[in-house]
Structure formats: structure tokens, C-alpha cells
């Protein structure tokens, strides 16, 4: 595959190439050593999943964002926000993990919504690390108990997933034997399944497209990446051919926002990016349309090399704002008990974009008319407007 074009040529890239090189290996040292480096990987997951959703057009606030995470919607949210959430989590499930995981077998079964599928694939034959490893599944487990712990609503959540596997199946022409209708046993077969392991059957004509093979243009994507481990190229360069094969191959119907993550776990793979997860979706969404989506693949090279130089940019300036930050709160503990809850509101204010009342009081454990005594404290500039909640956040 050659990506030399008659107006560009492939020298070309190397300015570029050269500039995000440098800036992602300045940020990823700063990040290393920062002190809130924890704050900061979370506020750049929260922008990369808000910026994932831009780029396919949608628009998301960050702060409703931050309150869905946090189980305190003030409205019911829409299908974009529950897009950028699955993002959200992607994110942090893929950071959780070894710098391998992501591009593993289980790992893409995992990512994909598919991990309860034990049999192999197209996508994964062959590849190594097929098994996960005592680490993997650890970290595995603690994020599951996590989400069921903070899954409040989950029991009523399966009950609508097994109305919902119910009916697709009755769409697709599944006959049902007659049951009572307040009667205990409501579909058993039904009630472990869900909807992700009915689309693939039932409502694929509705949903999907049947030629689209998933699986094998997911290992035609693999096998390119492949393929760039044995040639001897940067890091950075083989990151950015990924992205454009991604683009070219497109493996995914419905998460194609994948791709950006899986090419952020590819730079972490390869040691080019280890303390965080790159936010590739912050960078490209600074770079033009018309250059992401250039018939020339040079110029969509140039294209990506440009999104990842513009999120390492703003990451360094980004971490700079929150050192500063950090230190001028911090000026604020002096002559305080050492059971002050003010510290811990700190670390909540550098690791959210917003917190509000009731977010600081779950948190913290404490009331929320002692959260509204800490942020008065603490002298954090109040970021919502008139006729929303309150929030408060750094500018």
C-alpha cells in the first residue's frame, strides 16, 4: 500500500511527523511526574469522549456528561450522551488494563460488547495473548464490581433487557408458547439474554447490514497493524497509518469511534505513550473536516499527525493549568485540621470538568449544605448559568 500522491509527496510528513514525535514524548514525561497526573487523565477522558461524539456530529456537554457518570442526571439522557459514556468507559477499561489488552483477543471481545462470546474469531485468530493473564482478569473483576456497585438501577435494567430480547426474537418470526400473563416464568430463556446478543439474529435486517462482515474486516485491520510491527518506522507514523486504515477499512457498523481508542492503545503498546491514554478525538477534532476526510491518504496523514501534535499541545498546556491550579488551592490548607475534608474536594475539583452539590457530597460522604460550606472555602468560580443547576468548576 503506498500512500505517495502527485500533489503531495510522502516527504512531506516529515515535519509533522517530527513535531508530534516531540510533543508526545514531552507530555507523556510531564504526565509521569505530575502530581495531578490522576486529575488529569480523568479530565482528559472526559474531553476525549465528548470530543468523540463531535467528530460524528453530535454535540455533548461535558457537565451532563459528568453527571450521568455520576448517576445525578438532571434530565433523562439522550442517545448521544449515552454514546459518549460508552466511550467514557471504554477509555478508562482500556487505561485499567496492560498496555496489550486493547488489541488482544479478549480485549477486542471485551470492547466490542461481545465478551460473553467464548468461541474465536476472524478478528483474533492467530494473534497472541488469546488468554488473559492473572492482571487482565483482576482488572477485569474490579471493574465489573465497580460498575454493579454503581449500577443502582441494574435488576430493572435486565427486566427491560428481557422484554426487549422477547420481542426481537418475536420479530424475527420466533414462536412463543402461551404463558399467563402475571405468571413467574416470563420467558426464561429471555432473561439472560440481552439485546447485544440478540441484534446479531433477530434485528439484523432492522440495524445492520448483513454484508457487512465485522469480524473479518476487523482482522484485515489487525492484520495491517500487523504488518507495520515488522517495519521499522516510528511510533508515531505506524499510530497514524493505523488511524488511516481504520478510516479505509471501517470494521465497525455502530462504534466506529473505536478506532481513535484502539490507535491510542497502539502508541501505549509501543511505549511512545505510557503515562495516559492519548486523546486523539481532542486533537482531530481542532484539525479541518476537509483534511480528515481528504481523498489523498497523504493529506490524512498529515491530517492525523496533525490531531495527535494538537491534543499533546493541549495536554501540556492543559497540565500546566492544573499545576497552577493545584498549588493556589492548596494555599487555602494552611492552618487546617487534619481532618478537613477540603483536600479531598481538591483532588474532586482537578479530576472533574464541573462538580455540583450533590456530586461533591457523594464523594465525600458528607451533607450538601457542607459541600456548599467547602466549595465557599475552597473560592471556586461557579461555571452554570441561570435556570441550571449549580456547578462549579476551574476556568
Same mark, same amino acid.
Given at each position: ?247 479505509? =477499512? ?48 497523504? =493529506? ?79 473560592? =471556586? ?15
Amino acid at each position: 500500500m503506498t500512500y505517495e500522491t502527485a500533489d503531495l509527496p510522502l516527504s512531506s510528513l516529515i515535519g509533522p511527523l517530527a513535531r508530534a514525535d516531540d510533543l508526545l514524548a514531552r507530555l507523556d514525561e510531564r504526565v509521569h511526574r505530575s502530581p495531578v497526573r490522576d486529575g488529569f487523565v480523568e479530565r482528559q477522558n472526559f474531553a476525549d469522549a465528548a470530543a468523540a461524539l463531535w467528530l460524528d456530529g453530535e454535540l455533548v456537554h461535558t457537565e451532563d456528561l459528568v453527571l450521568h457518570d455520576a448517576h445525578m442526571d438532571i434530565r433523562a439522557p439522550t442517545h448521544e450522551l449515552t454514546r459518549a459514556h460508552a466511550v467514557l468507559r471504554a477509555r478508562r477499561r482500556i487505561f485499567a488494563h496492560k498496555p496489550d489488552w486493547a488489541l488482544s483477543r479478549p480485549g477486542l471481545l471485551v470492547l466490542r460488547g461481545r465478551e460473553g462470546q467464548g468461541g474465536g474469531s476472524a478478528a483474533s485468530a492467530g494473534r497472541a495473548g488469546s488468554g488473559p493473564d492473572a492482571a487482565t482478569a483482576a482488572a477485569d473483576s474490579a471493574y465489573a464490581d465497580d460498575t454493579d456497585q454503581a449500577d443502582a438501577l441494574s435488576e430493572e435494567l435486565a427486566e427491560i433487557d428481557a422484554v426487549l430480547a422477547r420481542s426481537s426474537r418475536l420479530l424475527a418470526g420466533e414462536k412463543f408458547a402461551a404463558r399467563a400473563p402475571d405468571g413467574e416464568d416470563v420467558d426464561t430463556a429471555g432473561q439472560g439474554a440481552t439485546m447485544r446478543g440478540a441484534w446479531p439474529n433477530s434485528l439484523g435486517p432492522l440495524i445492520r447490514d448483513l454484508d457487512w462482515d465485522e469480524d473479518q474486516r476487523l482482522a484485515d485491520w489487525l492484520a495491517a497493524v500487523d504488518g507495520l510491527r515488522g517495519e521499522n518506522m516510528p511510533a508515531v507514523l505506524a499510530a497514524a497509518i493505523a488511524w488511516e486504515a481504520w478510516q479505509d =477499512i471501517e470494521p465497525l457498523q455502530h462504534q466506529h469511534w473505536l478506532g481513535n481508542l484502539l490507535v491510542a492503545a497502539l502508541l501505549r503498546q509501543t511505549g511512545k505513550v505510557g503515562s495516559h491514554l492519548c486523546c486523539l478525538n481532542a486533537g482531530l477534532r481542532i484539525v479541518p473536516r476537509e483534511r480528515r476526510k481528504n481523498p489523498a491518504r497523504t =493529506i490524512r496523514l498529515l491530517a492525523v499527525l496533525d490531531g495527535f501534535a494538537e491534543a499533546a499541545s493541549a495536554g501540556l498546556k492543559e497540565l500546566d493549568r492544573l499545576a497552577l491550579a493545584k498549588s493556589q488551592m492548596e494555599r487555602r490548607l494552611r492552618n487546617r485540621r487534619k481532618s478537613s475534608s477540603l483536600p479531598a474536594l481538591i483532588e474532586l475539583v482537578l479530576a472533574r470538568p464541573v462538580v455540583s452539590a450533590g456530586l461533591i457530597a457523594a464523594e465525600l460522604k458528607i451533607s450538601q449544605r457542607a459541600a456548599l460550606g467547602l466549595v465557599g472555602e475552597l473560592g =471556586i468560580r461557579e461555571v452554570t448559568g441561570r435556570g441550571r443547576y449549580r456547578a462549579w468548576g476551574l476556568l
